[in-house]
């Protein structure tokens, strides 16, 4: 599975942000879709995840401000960021959890999309 992440972008505090998570290969294969953020020198931050089954989970950072969702083929999933604070400033990730199957035995595995840029600033 390969993930490509865009949308970010410079926007002003308050404002909105639209990103995407393009997903190709063993689309099958996903579990789940996450967005995570990262900012210099801290570990990488959960924000929503989707499930297969289309469920939703917030961390309560960005609850009532983000959503999460994604298309009826489940090859693109969105994060749509608004009410937009300085402290959203990061680089965010999509990351897909997989499973596969050989011969018959479970692989798990992740696959990370790259970062995409997100700037909050007057």
């Known amino acids: 599975v390969q993930l490509q992440a865009s949308g970010g972008g410079l926007v002003q505090p308050g404002g909105s942000l639209r990103l995407s998570c393009a997903a190709s290969?063993?689309?099958?294969?996903?579990?789940?879709v996450g967005w995570y953020r990262q900012v210099p020198g801290k570990e990488h931050e959960l924000l929503a995840v989707?499930?297969?089954?289309?469920?939703?989970n917030y961390a309560a950072s960005v609850k009532g401000r983000f959503t999460i969702s994604r298309d009826s083929t489940k090859t693109t999933v969105w994060l749509q960021m608004s009410g937009l604070k300085s402290e959203d400033t990061a680089v965010y990730y999509c990351?897909?959890?997989?499973?596969?199957?050989?011969?018959?035995?479970?692989?798990?595995?992740?696959?990370w999309g790259q970062g995409t840029q997100v700037t909050v600033s007057p």
């Open positions: 989707i499930s297969r089954d289309g469920s939703a």
């Open positions: 290969g063993k689309i099958s294969s996903i579990n789940g």
């Open positions: 990351r897909a959890d997989c499973i596969d199957y050989n011969d018959g035995t479970p692989v798990v595995f992740a696959s």
